[in-house]
């Protein structure tokens, strides 16, 4: 009870007591009624807003006819400063009523006068609602009945209430006697529980665990009231009923959903139960989950409701599946695949498989399923028949065939285009064996396939075994394959040998003609190098003779001759140094082609030292300057670069302008290739012969009366295109040349052919 001299302090007070009923509809009138105080709980309670309630007279917004015949009484003690407490039928804005629970305190001043009233008031639907309901349960088998009021420390309950706890029914029990039962952990929680009611009496339910004193525990499930009584005071009692087997048996039922849950969703399915005579389906939520739909969503499960997500071209042939079904229900559970178009469009395979269970009378009614969504499985089925079609497209485009053989039984299987290729129609023999392929093999290269097919047997590999031999087809015609096959094993031991064959007919033939073109070029280019090789000699031998000649008439009759005359001898002196030239180049030229790239190793740096060393004098005499880059050592070289690198400085130094020659040697790594460059400021290379320039004996206007055969550059080409790089040039006249070559990081393709064959 709260004091205060004048009406502020009672305002203080006021709000300290509203601050403690926070959550409960709780308003504050002045002694003759009038409204000062309104919370949110009061307005959702009664429906009057703040607004409306303050100022008006407190039986106005919340009528209670058997309140105003108690008003005296209350005001009494109000007035004595006690609090009351009451249960009346209280209306609300909207003309509805319910029943309330109201107490009202007093807040006097100093002189003990009332100043105002502060009433809480609690919706007593649900209490009354369990107050039927608990003395409805007493009837009902299987519940126990307590009751404990704190104050006497009194406690009761039932005979089937001892009897669940497995006490003796025809003595009284205490509350010591059932809190002793109850397991450790529970009961705390059970005294925390009954502490909290005592000091905020409201309806609570709550299970525990009790061992009785033979031993076995139970579960029991307790419903507890608390009520004020005005004579006895606080009364707490409730129900109990013995859940274990309940409990237990949705503890199962629970877990074996989970396991259907996870397994319906790790195995992309779902199970349906379908009512006939009712025409009501029953869905698991791996079911509504594989036909897209939100459980939500769907009201009334029935047949039709499943038979509209089913794609539109599938649902007669379903339909009929369904009712054979039904007419012949001895002969189910029965499987059938169809399409259903989802919600969001999405249409997916299903494959359901279904039981259908009779009454008594023979009839079906009711049908269980099962559904799986073998989308993926329909998916690869298609994509593996696309590629069977592509794969005999191929084998007959390629004149190929697949075969494999079991090396216990000999039987083996076939594709159609190993059948084709062995002249047999696809399919005959139905289960082919290795004696059907052998009947095939031509005499001669018989026991050759039978030793290597030996061999791969005793000693299995990982690697692929290859044979090419020969087949008679029964036309008599003689066909070579290529076959290449390996061993399968199983515990260490040959099981199966699996193989492709190719028909290589065309091109064993054209290898033959090839071989015998080969070797006839090789007989002429021998002949041809002997004769070239034979000749050199006597040609040098005679051109020096010439050589000398010339010179001997033009010492001794250099005083006869005339200008025109002396003229004709120095150009006859001339020719014959140049066709000189032309030996050397020809002898260089026929070197070179008998040389096979080495691709090791090479020190471009080391080897442009070797380079500049060579030509030391002509570097003097033009006063060059050689710069260079970072040089790196190419895996893919050969001995060979060295010319490379002689001929484009030499030339750069050849070909300057009057100026002092600059020269550059530069190289970096672009993806799989080195790039090597030669940068001088030369005379320049008109774009029209920068092809022209790297074919044997093609001089330019420029480089006439230069020394040489012009055979430097185009054995510059044979060198880097021989090592599977490439070579070429940026130039502008007047301004300089750029030389560029690539080199491989690794070592290239043996397959790879030879750039210089196609010149």
């Not at 140049?578 to 190793?601: G, R, V």
Request: aromatic share 6%.
């Amino acid at each position: 009870m709260a004091r205060a001299p004048a009406v502020e302090p009672a305002k203080d007070a006021l709000q300290g007591r509203l601050l403690e009923a926070i959550g409960e509809a709780v308003m504050a009138t002045t002694p003759d009624g009038t409204i000062i105080y309104w919370n949110k709980a009061a307005e959702d309670l009664y429906g009057w807003s703040r607004e409306e309630a303050l100022g008006e007279n407190i039986m106005v917004v919340t009528p209670a006819p058997a309140m105003i015949e108690e008003a005296e009484t209350i005001m009494a003690l109000l007035t004595q400063g006690e609090t009351w407490t009451g249960e009346f039928e209280v209306q609300r804005k909207d003309g509805s009523t319910f029943p309330a629970l109201v107490t009202d305190s007093p807040v006097l001043d100093d002189d003990e006068n009332l100043v105002a009233i502060i009433g809480v008031s609690r919706d007593l639907t649900e209490t009354h609602r369990l107050t039927a309901y608990l003395k409805e349960a007493q009837e009902i088998a299987g519940l126990g009945i307590w009751e404990y009021e704190p104050a006497s420390q009194t406690f009761w309950a039932s005979k089937h209430k001892r009897k669940m706890l497995g006490l003796p029914t025809d003595e009284p029990a205490t509350l010591e006697d059932v809190m002793t039962l109850i397991k450790p952990d529970d009961r705390e929680r059970l005294e925390a529980s009954l502490q909290d009611l005592m000091e905020n009496p409201r309806d609570h339910r709550m299970q525990y665990t009790l061992q009785r004193p033979d031993g076995e525990e139970r579960i029991i499930d307790t419903r507890i009231r608390v009520q004020t009584d005005p004579k006895r005071g606080l009364i707490i009692y409730g129900t109990s009923q013995d859940i274990t087997s309940q409990v237990r048996t949705e503890e199962t039922l629970r877990e074996k959903a989970k396991q259907l849950s996870n397994a319906e969703r790790v195995g992309n399915a779902g199970s349906w139960i379908w009512d006939i005579e009712n025409d009501e389906a029953t869905w698991s939520m791996g079911q509504y989950a594989l036909l897209g739909i939100d459980p939500d969503d769907v009201q009334g499960l029935t047949y039709d409701v499943f038979l509209d997500h089913v794609h539109h071209d599938d649902r007669d042939r379903l339909k009929e599946v369904i009712q054979q079904a039904l007419e012949k229900p001895g002969e189910s559970p029965f499987t059938y695949d169809f399409r259903i178009v989802r919600p969001d469009g999405e249409i997916r395979w299903l494959q359901a498989r279904a039981h259908v269970e009779t009454n008594d009378a023979g009839q079906p009614n009711r049908v269980y399923g099962h559904d799986v969504d073998i989308t993926e499985t329909k998916r690869l089925e298609n994509d593996l028949l696309k590629k069977q079609d592509l794969l005999d497209d191929v084998e007959k485009i390629a004149q190929a065939g697949y075969w494999g053989y079991d090396v216990e039984t000999g039987v083996g299987e076939w594709s159609d285009g190993f059948y084709r290729l062995l002249g047999y129609t696809p399919g005959n023999p139905p289960e082919p064996t290795s004696q059907d392929y052998i009947s095939r093999v031509h005499p001669e290269d018989l026991d050759e396939i039978e030793e290597d097919f030996q061999q791969a047997l005793s000693n299995p590999s990982d690697e692929p075994v290859t044979d090419k031999h020969r087949i008679l087809l029964p036309d008599g015609t003689t066909r070579w394959l290529e076959a290449r096959y390996q061993v399968e094993t199983e515990n260490g031991e040959p099981h199966r040998i699996v193989g492709k064959s190719i028909d290589i007919t065309e091109h064993r033939m054209l290898e033959l003609e090839l071989a015998s073109k080969i070797r006839a070029l090789e007989r002429r280019n021998l002949q041809l190098g002997r004769i070239t090789m034979a000749s050199a000699h006597p040609l040098r031998e005679a051109v020096r003779e010439t050589s000398i000649n010339l010179q001997r008439i033009t010492k001794s009759a250099e005083d006869r001759m005339t200008p025109t005359e002396m003229e004709s001898l120095d150009a006859a002196n001339n020719a014959a140094k140049h066709f000189e030239f032309l030996l050397d180049a020809i002898n260089q030229y026929l070197t070179l082609a008998e040389h096979l790239p080495s691709h090791e190793p090479v020190d471009l740096d080391a080897m442009l030292d070797r380079v500049l060393t060579e030509l030391n004098e002509p570097i003097e005499n033009t006063q060059a300057t050689i710069t260079r880059g970072t040089l790196p050592t190419i895996q893919t070289g050969d001995k060979n670069l060295h010319k490379v690198l002689h001929v484009l400085v030499n030339n750069a130094l050849m070909y300057a302008r009057d100026a002092p020659p600059k020269v550059h040697v530069d190289a970096k790594l672009d993806e799989d290739v080195w790039l090597i460059s030669v940068e001088d400021e030369g005379i320049g290379i008109d774009p029209d012969y920068h092809e022209r320039i790297f074919h044997p004996f093609i001089r330019l206007q420029t480089t006439k009366g230069a020394p040489g055969a012009s055979i430097g550059l185009p054995m510059c080409r044979w060198i880097i295109e021989d090592l599977g790089g490439n070579i070429w040039l940026t130039s502008t006249p007047g301004e300089g040349s750029t030389f560029y070559f690539t080199l491989p990081v690794k070592p290239r393709d043996p397959l790879q052919g030879f750039g210089w064959i196609s010149d």
